[in-house]
């Protein structure tokens, strides 16, 4: 194949959804082994409109003008720290990059940024208690996952008690409102299949949740509805951000009762999506395995980094179809050259695409029913990697073998 057929080629890839083979199960199998992979292709991020009702803080511009926008209220967070650190921090030329401000009893306030190792102190002199109950009084109360929110915004303040039950921590984290970070997942949206998303803390899951949830609302013109257990993705107060769009939000009002609310999202309220956070327990896998089966579109995350990690925590499994041990005939144990007793996938999965979210840009997309058996069977399965290039453009590798590690 010469490089303009390779590129006609890679192009309708892109365009034309239902003709890639690592997605569409419906066509005949292929052996992908034998086909040359195609070389990455790119395309321009979305071109992204921002949302009402929160001020733009800033964008990341692409060479051809297209942008992601990141939207917050700095303000209305700065208002619950002590005055002196407001100065510092509304002075930092680095704020656009503040990931959270740490009032421990004291110690010293801390601030900590996107891609950076530890904090940085913002003074020397040690937080109070009165600082702490000054804040605690901005915020309002906490609910029983010890966190709160600041009303209209995306903000989470999370708190650290001691053991008479006084605040003698926070955790106040910036919340953001960031649009045009879907393109990189846009194509999958069109299979209206459920997709779990993986990876540590902080690298942006709730972010890509509630733009998520905007797009097939506003988009694709679907019933979605969020099961919003921490006020995470809606923000606090009882009208939802402006920045899940028309979706629906339904709150929890203790964590332990989030998969009963999301049993009561389907049989209340005719979702055609539902999109929820955190999936933790084996009540809301079970819960997500009931919601799948009944033909619901489900946009979830989950606690790991790697799609090993899911297969191997028991709580977990059943969200890619469980794992068992079975045990084979001599027959079958020399033809797949392997020993008698051998692990296998249970049922079919929860969810039909799992994403590790290695990087805010760097992202791994499975066929989740053929990857967990593949490596069941100790193979790299194929995968795509997702990512950005210096000018924000996207960039997919298909077919590229999978060993956990370096990809």
Known sequence: MGSAEAAVFCSNLATNLHSAPFLNSNLPKLNLFSIPPPKAYSFPSIRCRPVLGSPVFGASPSSDGTHVMVEDDLQAFLQILPLD???????????????????????????RYLGEPGGQY?????????????????????GGDNRAGIEGTLHRISAIRSRKGEIVGLTCRVGRAVSGHIDMVHDLLHYGKSILFVGRPGVGKTTVMREIARVLSDEFHKRVVIVDTSNEMGGDGNIPHAAIGGARRLQVPEPSLQHKVMIEAIENHMPEVIVVDEISTEAEALACRSIAERGVMLIATAHGERLENIMKNPTLSNLIGGIETVTLGDEEARARRCKKSVLERKGPPTFYFLIEMRERHYWITHRTEKSVDMLLRQRNPLVEVRKRDNQFKIVVERWKPYDGHDI
């Not at 208690?129 to 109360?141: F, H, R, T, Y």
């Open 85 to 111: 650190l407001r100065g510092i921090l509304i002075d930092e030329p680095k704020r656009d990059k503040l990931l959270e401000v740490i009032l421990d009893l004291g110690r010293l306030p801390e601030a």
């Open 122 to 142: 913002l003074r020397n002199t040690e937080v109070s208690m009165k600082e702490l109950e000054d804040a605690q009084n901005a915020v309002g109360e906490f």
